[in-house]
């Protein structure tokens, strides 16, 4: 089975300050890890992915995600937050391609993000 | 608009009513997803196909629902008997499945479902 946390409900920032809205997860085998955003009444919009490679990864609207296997982890960040980066997040895993498993995303339960002016 | 369309965007239906959705994905995506989030919760799993091929149902996908997606490209759900608990934003998803890498998927905007 695989799962996600996403501990804070709420994240609240000052436009300008760096943000981090953490991830953990869980799965049995080597994981696919992404991050989306929502906005009110809307489907959710993919910011950024883990696949392989170099352990932090550069997405839209210049957040950046780091992945650390020992602390089964993938925090968002952004260095500079602005007030419409206010919305909900989401991270969820998946088993890389070759793993057996389902193929569907697992998602977290959601972080609010409230940046202020 | 070439991503991922649903429709209607709201259904409000009465207890006991059928009910059917409709996802385009984007075109040339080869794998559909369908999600259900309720609200102040993530994304849940229902179904995803490959091609016409269904290749998982969650367990969440009880006997009432069912999901086609027949020559491959648009897909529908149905919800037969709709119940109170089924009140929820079904989510569509569609990606494209290349080699070795997991390609992201990409969201509609969500049908919200009220059963009244």
């Known amino acids: 089975a695989q799962s996600v946390a996403q501990p804070e409900d709420q994240v609240n920032v000052a436009e300008g300050n760096p943000l981090t809205v953490k991830c953990t997860y869980s799965v049995s085998g080597n994981p696919y890890l992404f991050w989306y955003v929502q906005y009110p009444n809307r489907g959710l919009q993919f910011l950024l992915k883990?696949?392989?490679?170099?352990?932090l990864v550069k997405g839209s609207y210049g957040f950046e995600a780091e992945f650390n296997k020992s602390q089964t982890s993938f925090h968002l960040k952004k260095p500079s937050a602005l007030v419409s980066d206010s919305a909900l997040y989401f991270c969820a895993v998946t088993l890389a391609r070759g793993d057996t498993g389902r193929r569907a995303l697992t998602f977290g339960s959601g972080t609010r993000l409230q940046v202020q002016p | 608009d070439t991503g991922v369309s649903q429709n209607p965007r709201h259904k409000i239906t009465k207890r006991g009513q059928n009910v059917t959705f409709r996802c385009d994905p984007i075109?040339?995506?080869?794998?559909l997803y369908w999600y259900r989030q309720t609200l102040g919760q993530g994304p849940e799993f229902l179904t995803y196909?490959?091609?016409?091929?269904?290749?998982?149902k969650s367990r969440l996908l009880s006997d009432r629902f069912s999901a086609e997606r027949p020559k491959g490209s648009f897909s529908t759900l149905e919800i037969q008997r709709t119940e109170q608990g089924d009140s929820a934003m079904y989510l569509c998803?569609?990606?494209?499945?290349?080699?070795?890498?997991?390609?992201?998927?990409?969201f509609g905007d969500g049908t919200r479902l009220s059963i009244l």
């Open positions: 196909f490959q091609n016409e091929a269904q290749l998982e």
């Open positions: 883990y696949i392989t490679g170099d352990n």
């Open positions: 998803a569609s990606s494209l499945s290349r080699g070795h890498s997991n390609q992201p998927q990409h």
């Open positions: 075109s040339e995506h080869n794998r």
